[in-house]
């Protein structure tokens, strides 16, 4: 898991530790460190910090960005974009409204839509969730359970699916976040 670690003192990247103060690493990743036990890097340059991340775990082969869509930088195979029952908002970009970025009319292929409000709260087609969270002891050599019995995909989310999502089969397909050289 990479982050900015929003609110910290400094801007390298650096990992999260269990015990770190807040101020060092921020608060979401110093939670998500906490809750999952997996491996989490904060920095400013997000590459940079995946890159410490694989150089400092080898054993990991999917990076989850958070909140990392408007980072063109960072190259990806697969795009999950998590809605709530508020969806869009207003539908403005900040700072009159939550967008970041323009809601896009088309999604390329490598995207999936969430939504886990209950109901789809935007026009983007997609897939409707229920929110939970994986506890510690759910988590076993760095991924949840659940991915390890439900497909194939190394791959780990916020929101738990079912029905799990339909994803190409082909190793070409695969919705995995490629290892940064």
Known sequence: MISRGYGRRDAGAREVAARDPVVDVGDEPLLIRRRTAVPVWVGRDRVAAARALCARHPEVDVIVSDDGLQHHA????????????????????????????????????????????????????????????????????????????????????????????????????????????
């Open 74 to 181: 960072l190259p990806r195979r697969a795009e999950w974009v998590v809605f709530d029952e508020r969806g869009a908002g207003n539908g403005l970009l900040l700072p009159a409204g939550p967008l970041r970025e323009p809601l896009p009319k088309s999604l390329p292929a490598r995207t999936r839509i969430v939504y886990t409000g209950g109901v789809a709260s935007t026009g983007l087609p997609g897939e409707l969730v229920r929110r939970s969270l994986a506890w510690p002891g759910r988590w076993r050599r760095g991924r949840p359970a659940a991915a390890r019995r439900h497909g194939p995909w190394p791959i780990c989310a916020a929101a738990r699916c079912w029905p799990p999502p339909a994803w190409p089969h082909r190793r070409s397909s695969s919705p995995c976040w490629s290892r940064p050289g």
